[in-house]
């Protein structure tokens, strides 16, 4: 009943941007967290950012601090990450995940506790 869909993913130059949408659909409520997720090729699932939907509340991995940046679009049910002087250590397949969120605060970058993800979109930064 619960889909994410990304989109958004492609080749870049390093310094360049991209800019990733999360379409959820079959949410009940209106207080989630989303989260972005990363991995790539031989490396550990790396949360990048979170948002409370309920509070617009947004949270940063200290690796992505300053240049991506999440927000949600309550009308289209989308949520974005916005990706800006990508590096190639940015490379990588970046999934949405959701779930309820227990209170307003921020969500923690836990990929355990997320119970629903999205196929990804991959994300390609040359030197």
């Known amino acids: 009943q619960v889909q994410l869909v990304e989109s958004g993913g492609g080749s870049v130059q390093a310094g360049g941007s991209l800019r990733l949408s999360c379409v959820a659909s079959?949410?009940?409520?209106?207080?989630?967290?989303v989260v972005w997720f990363r991995q790539a090729p031989g490396k550990e699932r790396e949360g990048v950012a979170s948002?409370?939907?309920?509070?617009?509340?947004?949270y940063y991995a200290d690796s992505v601090k300053g240049r991506f940046t999440i927000a949600q679009d309550n009308a289209k049910n989308t949520v974005s990450l916005q990706m800006n002087s990508l590096n190639p250590e940015d490379t990588a397949m970046y999934y949405c995940?959701?779930?309820?969120?227990?209170?307003?605060?921020?969500?923690?970058?836990?990929?355990?506790?997320?119970?629903?993800w999205g196929q990804g979109t991959q994300v390609t930064v040359s030197s």
């Open positions: 079959g949410f009940t409520g209106s207080r989630n967290c």
């Open positions: 995940a959701a779930m309820r969120a227990i209170t307003l605060g921020r969500c923690l970058l836990i990929g355990q506790s997320y119970i629903h």
């Open positions: 948002i409370n939907t309920g509070s617009d509340t947004p």
